[in-house]
């Protein structure tokens, strides 16, 4: 506790607790006599699963509680995102009469970094019958920037902005340029769960300069978030390799200022499509992602913009995933007039074209509801429930798969993508594809003979995608299908490549082309 108070942070927390030169001013019992005389137990995902404190105290009951909190506040990590900011407290106590010794039981309700890093909480005292609600915030101080480049030494970045920019305070995220974002529909990163960028390490560009620039960014995936929990695959699903390198390369193109040329217009990022390679398989549980990327282009057209992009994720300086992609920022005439990958015409599903074709019906929700069931996309990668299986059928005669779910407006991506323009993320729609090829699989007996199988995606397979509208909560359904084209027998498994599409009512917005899938036994790779 004493050198919790003297602000030696690292020193019992560990190194991660340090950033570059990053001045630590936040430290313990700052306002007040240190009562805490030891912390039994700490917990990040304790108490109702946003934290735990258990400590003693020797004192002011008041002080205490405070204390509590703040252990908590600095075990998180919150104060490097403002590395010259201050704990400062509010607690809902008044204590009348002398010290005692006891023990604070601090469960954590809230903790956030808009509009500055905080941890609310709700503890119980020795000696106070009732629950005693405390906030701990970290604050610059009186006329500090905590602007791009501010907030902490060494990074232009961190995820402070980050999350000012998925939901906040444009200006604090970006710059006072792009204060007249805030609180409108504008670009944004997607928040909560779904927000896979951390903070920006380098940068050789410059605010207006939209020729080019490149970046490295970070992603720091810990092996309990929800994604590994949800996903059937070996490691990280799909979707979060699409995701977290979008994102990285989407957050710089926007930092040059694109939209800034159009000023008073109300422009919605999406994106249009793109090129990835797995280039060897990693367990990415714990890892920190670095994402080096570049901005290769940008053309301003009248209500939009587009950009081009190619990145490469790495651990430990090592590639594992890379690509090409291409945003673009759209008014609102220009998202209503969109046509589809079609020309606003209909293409039906071949399913609808052959409707003499045996069908066969897999049933993905029964088998889920299985809580034993293996290799089983759960929670919030529920995404298909059913699908209609043509054997031998398809646009290449070796298999065909579709799946229609009905949209509810209240599905928890909403919210999350993105704040004030909810639309399901793309690689949402390209996960759904994978899942449907992934219980085509399991049903065909991939798996029957395996001792540990898993799934994977694999390696040296280019994935190339086209998104030409987005799903919105009012469109009803998502439709999608998907023409095996190849299985192929590995050493230790198998894998299939299939195209696919998706469609809204009427419309095909999503072209997927040589999607992969691998199930191998780990037994045999082991």
């Avoid at 005389?37 to 020797?58: C, H, P, Q, S």
């Avoid at 090829?437 to 040296?460: K, N, S, Y």
């Avoid at 469609?503 to 790779?525: F, H, M, N, S």
């Amino acid at each position: 506790m004493r050198r919790l108070a003297a602000a030696d942070i690292a020193g019992v927390f560990g190194p991660g607790h340090r950033r570059g030169t990053a001045e630590v001013t936040a430290r313990l019992a700052a306002t007040s006599p240190l009562v805490l005389t030891e912390v039994e137990r700490i917990e990040l995902r304790g108490g109702n699963g946003k934290g735990l404190v258990v400590a003693t105290f020797d004192g002011d009951p008041r002080a205490a509680v405070i204390q509590a909190a703040e252990v908590f506040a600095l075990y998180t990590g919150m104060w490097l995102c403002l590395s010259h900011g201050d704990l400062v407290s509010a607690v809902g106590m008044d204590v009348e009469g002398e010290n005692i010794s006891g023990k604070v039981e601090l469960v954590v309700t809230r903790i956030d970094l808009v509009p500055r890093p905080h941890v609310t909480g709700s503890a119980r005292v020795s000696g106070v019958a009732d629950p005693v609600e405390v906030t701990v915030a970290v604050v610059e101080p009186a006329g500090a920037s905590v602007g791009p480049g501010a907030a902490a030494t060494g990074l232009l970045l961190n995820e402070f902005h980050m999350t000012h920019l998925s939901r906040g305070d444009q200006a604090i995220a970006m710059g006072p340029e792009f204060a007249e974002y805030t609180g409108v529909r504008a670009t944004r990163l997607p928040t909560g769960g779904l927000l896979l960028v951390d903070r920006v390490i380098e940068f050789d560009g410059e605010r207006g300069r939209l020729d080019s620039a490149s970046y490295t960014t970070e992603y720091d995936s810990p092996a309990d978030s929800w994604y590994y929990a949800d996903t059937a695959n070996d490691s990280m699903p799909h979707f979060v390799y699409m995701e977290t390198s979008l994102q990285a390369a989407l957050l710089m193109g926007y930092y040059a200022g694109p939209t800034l040329t159009q000023a008073g217009t109300t422009l919605s990022l999406r994106n249009l499509g793109g090129t990835a390679t797995v280039l060897r398989q990693v367990d990415l549980r714990d890892a920190t992602i670095e994402q080096s990327s570049r901005l290769l282009s940008t053309t301003i057209l009248p209500g939009s913009s587009l950009q081009t992009f190619d990145y490469t994720l790495s651990v430990d300086g090592e590639p594992f995933y890379r690509g090409e992609t291409m945003f673009g920022y759209f008014s609102d005439q220009a998202l209503a007039n969109q046509t589809g990958l079609d020309a606003g015409r209909t293409k039906p599903a071949w399913l609808s074209e052959n409707p003499s074709a045996a069908v066969r019906s897999v049933d993905v929700a029964a088998r889920r509801a299985d809580p034993s069931a293996p290799l089983c996309a759960r929670r919030n990668l529920t995404l298909i429930d059913n699908i209609d299986v043509v054997d031998g059928g398809g646009e290449f005669g070796e298999g065909y798969l579709h799946s229609l779910r009905v949209i509810d407006p209240s599905d928890w991506y909403f919210a999350r993508h993105f704040h004030l323009d909810p639309v399901i993320p793309g690689s949402l729609g390209v996960e759904s594809v994978i899942h449907a090829i992934q219980e085509w699989m399991l049903d065909a007996g991939h798996a029957d003979t395996m001792t540990d199988p898993a799934f994977r995606i694999p390696r040296d397979i280019a994935f190339s995608w086209r998104y030409r509208g987005q799903f919105l909560p009012t469109d009803g359904t998502v439709e999608l299908e998907a023409h095996i084209k190849s299985v192929t027998r590995t050493r230790d498994g198998v894998v299939v490549v299939a195209d696919g599409s998706l469609w809204k009512p009427g419309l095909r917005i999503y072209e997927l082309i040589d999607l992969a899938v691998e199930l191998t036994d780990r037994k045999v790779t082991r």
